[in-house]
T-cell receptor, first 112, second 110 residues
Framework: EPEVTQTPSHQVTQMGQEVILRCVPI?????FYWYRQILGQKVEFLVS????????KSEIFDDQFSVERPDGSNFTLKIRSTKLEDSAMYFC??????????FGPGTRLLVL | LAKTTQPISMDSYEGQEVNITCSHN???????ITWYQQFPSQGPRFIIQ???TKVTNEVASLFIPADRKSSTLSLPRVSLSDTAVYYC???????????FGKGTRLSVIA
């Protein structure tokens, strides 16, 4: 069964550094998403991406964040100038439509 | 977006049927009800989705009464591996991103 994959599984970075989180969505999917989950808290929507552009974004997704689909398979989330409060699990998801999303295993980001 | 209310936690013994009810009094005509499951340190996993009456798949059943103001996820004969957080989401399939609440933490005991 096809799966969404994410790399790295864990990332430790210093405050102020930039990180790039990578995702390979399921190949025939058209909708791509990033979510985050701070430890012990809810899963929060960050951004959705369709047809090579952002279709929706939350208040969390400010200028510090950007997404790209640099080639036909990868989908990346860049976090510039990381802050302590960016420490969280970041989940990528993809789907053939908006109603059913398949989540990846997540990247655990720790900002020191 | 329709707000959902579900129990914070539930306990069950292995082999029992578990029913988790979600209230969504302000559900709109175009809204669907979707349930996700999340194991620790993993991403949420789609379980089931419905609009009205009953939906069944290989994992669970979803019961939705005529007024659609609530829904019940039914897990038959749970096992230890069903221990997870279960989220009820309500939204318009075409327009809104997934909005997760705190979910129901199900603990299955041997």
């Amino acid at each position: 069964e096809p799966e969404v994959t994410q790399t790295p599984s864990h990332q430790v970075t210093q405050m102020g550094q930039e990180v790039i989180l990578r995702c390979v969505p399921i190949s025939n999917h058209l909708y791509f998403y990033w979510y985050r989950q701070i430890l012990g808290q809810k899963v929060e929507f960050l951004v959705s991406f369709y047809n090579n552009e952002i279709s929706e974004k939350s208040e969390i997704f400010d200028d510090q964040f950007s997404v790209e689909r640099p080639d036909g398979s990868n989908f990346t989330l860049k976090i510039r100038s990381t802050k302590l409060e960016d420490s969280a699990m970041y989940f990528c998801a993809s789907g053939t439509s908006k109603e059913t999303q398949y989540f990846g295993p997540g990247t655990r980001l720790l900002v020191l | 977006l329709a707000k959902t209310t579900q129990p914070i936690s539930m306990d069950s013994y292995e082999g029992q049927e578990v029913n988790i009810t979600c209230s969504h009094n302000n559900i709109a005509t175009n809204d669907y009800i979707t349930w996700y499951q999340q194991f620790p340190s993993q991403g949420p996993r789609f379980i089931i989705q419905g609009y009205k009456t009953k939906v069944t798949n290989e994992v669970a059943s979803l019961f939705i009464p005529a007024d659609r103001k609530s829904s019940t996820l039914s897990l038959p004969r749970v096992s230890l591996s069903d221990t997870a957080v279960y989220y009820c989401l309500v939204g318009d399939r075409g327009n809104t991103p997934l909005v997760f609440g705190k979910g129901t933490r199900l603990s299955v005991i041997a």
